[in-house]
């Protein structure tokens, strides 16, 4: 579970983090590169809350 949580913060980062380069990076156009760090980003939040809610319930 631990190993999981630290996995998701590290894909969130990057992920955001690819976004705003990106997006700095194309003066604020849609990218295909800022599209991916977003939807990582995105996706990584979610399983972090997915994570708590579970581990709220067990």
């Known amino acids: 579970m631990i190993r999981m949580k630290k ?3 590290v894909a969130m980062v990057a992920g955001v983090t ?8 194309a003066g ?3 990218t295909l590169v800022g599209l991916a ?5 995105v996706a990584s939040i ?13």
């Open 7 to 9: 996995l998701l913060w």
């Open 28 to 30: 604020g156009d849609l």
């Open 18 to 25: 690819v976004n705003l380069v990106s997006n700095f990076a």
């Open 37 to 41: 760090g977003g939807v990582v980003g």
């Open 46 to 58: 979610a399983g972090l809350i997915g994570l708590y809610i579970t581990g709220r319930r067990s």
